[in-house]
């Protein structure tokens, strides 16, 4: 059974930093695709960051390149999202993502940036 669990969401003030994990298990974590999609409030899902061929490859959405990395531990099943220079607008639910035959997701961390 594909699980996702997600943690080190917390309340940070701008400008601050947070360091997410994704602790994942019940399938080969190395060769597949993993993304942190999140949701603000009151909006739909945004993709934020993706970590493909066992890590090689990195994408950001152009709202946090610069400021978030996303990283693999293969070693570990875990993956991580370091986020720096957080706004206001970086708040939302932060969800763990990974696509197989179905979409597989964790339950959320929720990270909230205000003064």
């Known amino acids: 059974e594909v699980q996702l669990v997600e943690s080190g969401g917390g309340l940070v003030q701008p400008g601050g930093s947070l360091r997410l994990s994704c602790a994942a298990s019940?399938?080969?974590?190395?060769?597949?695709?993993m993304s942190w999609v999140r949701q603000a409030p009151g909006k739909g899902l945004e993709w934020v960051s993706g970590?493909?061929?066992?890590?090689?490859?990195?994408k950001y959405a152009d709202s946090v390149k610069g400021r978030f990395t996303i990283s693999r531990d293969n070693t570990k099943n875990t993956l991580y999202l370091q986020m720096n220079s957080l706004k206001p607008e970086d708040t939302a639910v932060y969800y763990c993502?990974?696509?197989?035959?179905?979409?597989?997701w964790g339950q959320g961390t929720q990270v909230t940036v205000a003064s």
């Open positions: 019940g399938f080969s974590f190395s060769s597949y695709g």
């Open positions: 970590t493909f061929n066992g890590g090689d490859t990195t």
């Open positions: 993502y990974t696509k197989h035959l179905v979409p597989y």
